[in-house]
């Protein structure tokens, strides 16, 4: 089992900027992966980045791109959202979720495809 939790969100102007982060415990293994994805009220769970265990290789959804940085620590075992130049469009709970047996031949931009997820965490931005 793998338990996830989310921190850093809050209120922020248009055009602030926020970092979330994301604490794994529990068994997590080299094969791994980490997104992030954010769902508004009435809205489905969007994928807004993606990150692999190495932290190598990044993948963000075009709405974030050059605004938002997913980064990790596995020191920590904590990834984090690095998110600039926020618009009133990006207010969501934001989830960190885990993938299990990380394939690279592709992103997985899809919520059932991951395994864990976090409580989440409210993201709200001010015009």
């Known amino acids: 089992q793998v338990q996830l939790v989310e921190s850093g969100g809050g209120l922020v102007q248009a055009g602030g900027s926020l970092r979330l982060s994301c604490a794994a415990s529990?068994?997590?293994?080299?094969?791994?992966?980490m997104g992030w994805f954010r769902q508004a009220p009435g809205k489905e769970r969007d994928f807004v980045a993606h990150i692999t265990w190495s932290g190598v290789n990044t993948y963000y959804a075009d709405s974030v791109k050059g605004r938002f940085t997913i980064s990790r620590d596995n020191a920590k075992n904590t990834v984090y959202l690095q998110m600039n130049s926020l618009k009133p469009e990006d207010t969501a709970v934001y989830y960190c979720?885990?993938?299990?047996?990380?394939?690279?031949?592709?992103?997985?931009?899809?919520?059932?495809?991951?395994?864990?997820w976090g409580q989440g965490t409210q993201v709200t931005v001010s015009s």
């Open positions: 979720a885990l993938k299990r047996n990380y394939n690279s031949n592709y992103i997985p931009k899809m919520a059932y495809e991951y395994n864990y």
């Open positions: 529990g068994r997590t293994f080299g094969t791994d992966s």
